[in-house]
């Protein structure tokens, strides 16, 4: 997928100007990703012993995190040690990009010109942002929405009543009526009289030959991105919530949810009204039946059913008792 960055950072950035006691002399940082993506002179956060292996191997200069588990970080990236590190990640996170904890409505919608966008079809009141990009033989339905900078592939079918803001969509995908697609996650910290919002500067990323059933509403990343992988399918009104990565070749039926942050493998086919906690780890081949609660790691080529999830043999077991 392309690097295409929908929220501007303001430039330069200095962890002093965050951190006044970092250090005597300003010290420049160029973004902030996550452990496992980040480089040199990044800031990053490390706020959970669920993310240690991650934080072992990071490669940014700095991070965010609090004593009992800086120990777990490379020697060369120096620590910023706070008490709360996602409410110190967040209120940088608004000085830097101040608009992306709301969704704005983007205010360069325009009828498209059929000049820009040759070899694509348009219903009734489509709008289109900026520097938006369409790939020919597309066909984009009536009263659909499609913000600045939006990227798509050839050959994309998009129905009616659609909004896609903030993501890159590959080759031959297909979006059904009503879904909303790169809006901002449920995110914030919660304090004393009131909730910090806390800003989503990712984006939804979507491979070649995906379908998209009607009603869904995938969610873009907070600081990382949402991502879809080639030839999955999902039914209608399922739910992605930010950061969450679905694999390759996967089935996910109608109204299933899942939590921020977890990452599904390749060839997974999950149920019916199935939901999977938040920061969970999902093998490749696996079956999750429908209505389940997964709130534990799956491995590889398991199948699971109930609430909690356990796999299948045990729940027959039990269901017959």
């Known amino acids: 997928m392309r690097t295409v960055i929908f929220f501007k950072k303001k430039k330069p950035l200095y962890i002093n100007n965050f951190f006044p006691n970092f250090d005597t002399k300003k ?3 160029k973004q902030i990703k996550t452990l496992n993506k980040s480089n040199k002179l ?3 956060f490390f706020d959970s012993i669920k993310y240690k292996e991650q934080a072992q191997n990071t490669k940014a200069s700095f991070c965010i995190t609090t004593q009992k588990l800086e120990k777990f970080l490379p020697k060369n990236t120096k620590r910023i040690i706070v ?15 101040p608009d992306a904890d709301k969704d704005y409505p983007d205010l360069t919608l325009k009828k498209p010109s059929k000049s820009k966008f040759k070899g694509v079809k ?8 900026k520097n938006v990009k369409i790939g020919k033989n597309s066909i984009i339905g009536a009263n659909t929405i499609i913000e600045h900078d939006v990227i798509m592939g050839n050959n994309c079918l998009i129905s009616s009543h659609v909004v896609l803001k903030n993501s890159i969509l590959g080759n031959n995908v297909v979006v059904q009526s009503g879904c909303k697609i790169g809006m901002k996650g449920f995110g914030f910290i919660p304090i004393k009289n009131n909730n910090f919002k ?5 984006r939804v990323l979507i491979e070649d030959n995906v379908e998209i059933a009607s009603g ?21 009104q399922v739910h992605m919530a930010h950061n969450v990565k679905i694999g390759s070749n996967c089935m ?12 599904i ?19 490749n081949n696996v079956k999750i039946g429908g209505g389940s609660g997964v709130v534990k790691d799956i491995k590889d080529n398991e199948t699971v059913m109930g609430y909690p999830a356990v796999p299948f043999k045990e729940f027959i077991k039990n269901w017959k008792k």
């Open 122 to 129: 348009f219903g009734n009141n489509v709008l289109v942002g």
């Open 216 to 236: 869904c509403t995938i969610d873009r990343g907070s600081v990382d991105d949402t991502e879809i992988g080639k030839n999955t399918y999902l039914d209608n």
């Open 42 to 44: 990044d800031l990053t």
């Open 83 to 97: 008490k709360n590190v996602l409410f110190e990640l967040a209120k940088i996170l608004k000085e830097i990009y």
């Open 198 to 202: 806390f800003p989503h500067i990712g």
């Open 252 to 263: 996910i039926a109608g109204q299933v949810g899942f939590a921020g942050s977890s990452t």
């Open 27 to 29: 010290v420049e940082f």
């Open 265 to 283: 493998g390749d060839n997974v086919s999950i149920g019916g009204q199935a939901g999977i906690s938040g920061h969970l780890s999902i093998g």
